[in-house]
């Protein structure tokens, strides 16, 4: 969605007759993009991803049905194997897919998204289908009802998210967009360029540091998205960039070292005046257990850890072990 702003807002300011278009329900496709999202206009012209782009002509179709004065179309698509093949998804599927007049979607909404804060755009439709408002809701507000709850569940996981709610008056759609993760790497050398490169490989923020005052102004410049991850075993260097992060309410703080250094940061954080139940949030020794020995393998371990943390999974578990859903 973040990539639809700029041309969201150039068609607004040419007064296209457009529609923004997204999934109410999904079944299939296998994995997708949580936040895919489709502009349209009226002559069928289109932007951003949405089921790469098998169901844009039957969309731009749908959104010259839009009968005036209705400010919501709900249509059902649907793609077989053999055509889900040829488009390159994983699988068939079919889903319910939502779309509004752009003119109807509000003007902060796309602002907020453009700054890269992390915003949720709560959407209610009627029970006809054929009428929708929308509002904005920003992770740092008071949740006034389910939705707006739901919408900082959502936010939460620091990654983007959509949810359908089902109510006596009709249908909520929630639409998360948090900011992207900021992963901020203490120490230097080759993991520590491994472990930047796979953050941005995943949509992620991230930058070096060398020194704890560095660390404590790169967390405190991006509380609400940071993630710490110490490759340093300086004293001087982690045991305040840790206790920092930990004030901070950093949701993954991690920490690299053997069974002794690790014991040697506890008892240097214990010093420091980190209680017990803080402690007990570091992730020390860091990373699933992959069975890692490489440092492109250490790496790996540590952003699914924080993938894992992030999304509120306890476990680095096989899913063929879990009876949970696949994709929550």
């Given at each position: 969605?973040?990539?639809?702003?700029?041309?969201?807002?150039?068609?607004?300011?040419?007064?296209?007759?457009?529609?923004?278009?997204?999934?109410?329900?999904?079944?299939?496709f296998?994995?997708?993009?949580?936040?895919?999202?489709?502009?349209?206009?009226?002559?069928?012209?289109?932007?951003?991803?949405?089921?790469?782009?098998?169901?844009?002509?039957?969309?731009?179709a749908?959104?010259?049905a839009?009968?005036?004065g209705?400010?919501?179309?709900?249509?059902?698509v649907?793609?077989?194997?053999?055509?889900?093949?040829?488009?390159?998804?994983?699988?068939?599927?079919?889903?319910?897919?939502?779309?509004?007049?752009?003119?109807?979607?509000?003007?902060?909404?796309w602002?907020?998204?453009?700054?890269?804060?992390?915003?949720?755009?709560?959407?209610?439709?009627?029970?006809?289908?054929?009428?929708?408002?929308?509002?904005v809701v920003?992770?740092?507000?008071?949740?006034?009802?389910?939705a707006?709850?739901?919408?900082?569940?959502?936010?939460?996981?620091?990654r983007?998210?959509?949810?359908?709610?089902?109510?006596?008056?009709?249908?909520?759609?929630?639409?998360?967009?948090?900011?992207?993760?900021?992963?901020?790497?203490?120490?230097?050398?080759?993991?520590?360029?491994?472990?930047e490169?796979?953050?941005?490989?995943?949509?992620?923020?991230?930058?070096?540091?060398?020194?704890?005052?560095?660390?404590?102004?790169?967390?405190?410049?991006?509380?609400?998205?940071a993630?710490?991850?110490?490759?340093?075993?300086?004293?001087?260097?982690?045991?305040?960039?840790?206790?920092?992060?930990?004030?901070?309410?950093?949701?993954?703080?991690?920490?690299?070292?053997?069974?002794?250094?690790?014991?040697?940061?506890?008892?240097?954080?214990?010093?420091?005046?980190?209680?017990?139940?803080?402690?007990?949030?570091?992730?020390?020794?860091?990373?699933?257990?992959?069975?890692?020995?490489?440092?492109?393998?250490?790496?790996?371990?540590i952003?699914?850890?924080?993938?894992?943390v992030?999304?509120?999974?306890?476990?680095?578990?096989?899913?063929?072990?879990?009876?949970?859903?696949?994709?929550?």
């Open positions: 969605m973040r990539e639809l702003v700029e041309t969201a807002k150039r068609w607004v300011a040419e007064g296209r007759s457009a529609y923004l278009a997204r999934p109410l329900t999904e079944e299939g296998g994995p997708r993009d949580p936040g895919g999202a489709l502009l349209v206009d009226a002559r069928g012209e289109c932007a951003g991803a949405l089921y790469r782009g098998v169901f844009d002509a039957e969309l731009v749908e959104a010259g839009v009968p005036a209705a400010t919501a179309r709900v249509c059902e649907s793609v077989r194997r053999a055509e889900a093949e040829a488009a390159k998804l994983t699988c068939g599927g079919r889903a319910e897919v939502l779309l509004q007049p752009l003119a109807e979607i509000p003007a902060e909404w602002e907020l998204l453009g700054e890269g804060v992390g915003v949720a755009l709560v959407t209610r439709l009627n029970e006809a289908a054929d009428r929708a408002s929308s509002v920003r992770a740092s507000g008071r949740p006034e009802d389910d707006a709850r739901r919408a900082g569940e959502l936010l939460a996981t620091r983007p998210g959509r949810d359908a709610l089902y109510g006596e008056a009709g249908l909520v759609l929630v639409e998360a967009y948090p900011s992207a993760p900021y992963v901020v790497i203490g120490g230097g050398g080759e993991l520590a360029e491994i472990i490169r796979q953050a941005l490989l995943l949509g992620w923020e991230a930058v070096r540091v060398e020194a704890a005052e560095e660390a404590g102004k790169a967390i405190e410049a991006r509380r609400d998205a993630c710490v991850v110490m490759l340093s075993h300086d004293e001087d260097f982690d045991v305040p960039t840790l206790r920092a992060a930990l004030a901070a309410g950093v949701p993954y703080v991690g920490a690299l070292g053997s069974r002794r250094t690790t014991a040697r940061r506890r008892e240097g954080l214990l010093a420091a005046g980190v209680s017990e139940a803080e402690l007990a949030r570091v992730h020390g020794p860091i990373g699933l257990d992959l069975g890692a020995r490489t440092p492109a393998e250490t790496a790996l371990a952003c699914a850890e924080i993938l894992g992030l999304g509120t999974r306890t476990a680095g578990g096989a899913l063929r072990d879990s009876a949970g859903p696949i994709n929550p």
